[in-house]
């Protein structure tokens, strides 16, 4: 993933508003920076919201994704009960090959 660049900004900021803004950062975690560019971020993507049709798809692809959890834990279950030694078998075959690659 290619570095973002970074570009520096001094800000002048009302005193009470400063105290807030640390007060939000330290319970959110954050560095004071973190928090204002969080903030910034969310409030300029909800500004710029997306076209009704990819809000539609990003919601049916949710709704896929869950459905697809849902059959994973179903086809699980059920080979659990069918072939528990299978079932370890192609665990074992799947995560193997994925930890030599």
Not at 44 to 71: F, T, Y
Request: proline share 7%; net charge positive.
């Amino acid at each position: 993933m290619p570095r973002q660049r970074i570009t520096p900004l001094m800000l002048r900021l009302p005193e009470k508003l400063h105290r807030r803004l640390v007060q939000l950062a330290r319970s959110n975690q954050r560095s004071l920076n973190n928090e204002l560019v969080s903030r910034l971020e969310r409030t300029v993507a909800a500004e710029d919201p997306l076209p009704p049709e990819v809000e539609q798809m990003l919601a049916r692809i949710g709704e896929s994704m869950k459905r697809r959890d849902q059959l994973e834990a179903e086809l699980a279950r059920a080979l659990i009960r069918v072939a528990p030694k299978e079932l370890k078998k192609v665990i074992g075959r799947v995560y193997g090959e994925e930890s030599k690659s």
